[in-house]
C-alpha cells in the first residue's frame, strides 16, 4: 500500500523509540523487567504497527493497524506518566516526551481520518 520508510509518522516514531531507548537506560536496573521493558516494547510497537500496516492490501486494514499504534502510544503515555509520579524521571523529561508524544499521536490520527474519509 505504501513505503512506510517516506512516512514522516514513521519516521517520527523511530526517533521517539530511540529516545525512549536512551530514557530508559538511566532508569534502575530493577526496572529492567518492569517499566523498562513495557516502555521499550511500546516504543518500538508504534512505528513497526505503522510498517506493519502498510503491508496491508486494503484502507481498513491499514487503519486498524495505525489503531494499534495509536494504543501503544496512549499506554506509552501512561508509563511515561507513571515514571514521572514515582521519580523515575524528571517533570522536564516527562513534559518534553509528553509533548513529542502528542505530536506524534496527532499525526497518527490524521493518517487515520485520511484513510477512513
Known amino acids: 500500500m505504501h513505503n512506510f520508510k517516506e512516512l514522516k509518522v514513521w519516521k517520527k516514531a523511530i526517533d ?3 529516545k525512549i531507548y536512551a530514557l530508559t537506560k538511566g532508569l534502575p536496573s ?3 523487567f518492569g517499566l523498562v521493558s513495557q516502555m ?3 516504543g518500538v510497537s508504534i512505528p513497526s504497527n505503522i510498517a506493519e500496516g502498510c503491508a496491508k492490501t486494503s484502507s481498513k ?3 486498524n493497524a495505525l489503531e ?3 494504543g501503544e502510544s496512549f499506554e506509552l503515555e501512561t508509563q511515561l506518566i507513571i515514571a514521572e509520579r514515582t521519580g523515575l524521571i524528571s517533570s522536564a523529561s ?3 516526551l509528553d509533548q513529542e508524544l502528542s505530536e506524534l499521536q496527532r499525526m497518527i ?3 487515520k481520518t485520511f484513510f477512513t474519509n
Open 94 to 96: 516527562a513534559k518534553e
Open 30 to 32: 530493577e526496572e529492567k
Open 68 to 70: 494499534v499504534s495509536l
Open 16 to 18: 521517539f523509540a530511540i
Open 40 to 42: 521499550r516494547r511500546a
Open 61 to 63: 486494514l491499514f487503519v
Open 109 to 111: 490520527m490524521g493518517l
